[in-house]
């Protein structure tokens, strides 16, 4: 069980860019398939970004050629560099593994909100 920290989040116009960092107590992030979500108000939580151990890549389409994930070189922290930003990005972004885990509990999030 590892405590996760988000941060990052604010107050942007549509088109602009912020980096969000997710810190983890333990080196989470060196051994799983590790992922950033977010959520909506009434709306389901969603994967959009994972990264592997190896550092290889996935995004979902809504996020595809915007956003990018990786991780530092501590192994401690996953960062979500988020650019072009809609407000259909308005959301509370979190991180965890890549497959939730009751065992692994989620963070606070960050929240996101993007005016237009």
């Known amino acids: 069980q590892v405590q996760l920290v988000e941060s990052g989040g604010g107050l942007v116009q549509a088109g602009g860019s912020l980096r969000l960092s997710c810190k983890a107590s333990?080196?989470?992030?060196?051994?799983?398939?590790m992922g950033w979500y977010r959520q909506a108000p009434g709306k389901q939580r969603d994967l959009v970004a994972t990264?592997?151990?190896?550092?290889?890549?996935n995004y979902a389409d809504p996020v595809k050629g915007r956003f990018t994930i990786s991780r530092d070189n501590d192994r401690t922290t996953l960062y979500l560099q988020m650019s072009s930003l809609k407000p259909e990005d308005t959301a509370v972004y979190y991180c965890n593994t890549a497959v939730p885990s009751p065992r692994q509990p989620w963070g606070q999030g960050t929240r996101v909100t993007v005016s237009s």
């Open positions: 990264v592997n151990p190896g550092g290889n890549e």
């Open positions: 333990g080196s989470i992030v060196s051994f799983y398939n």
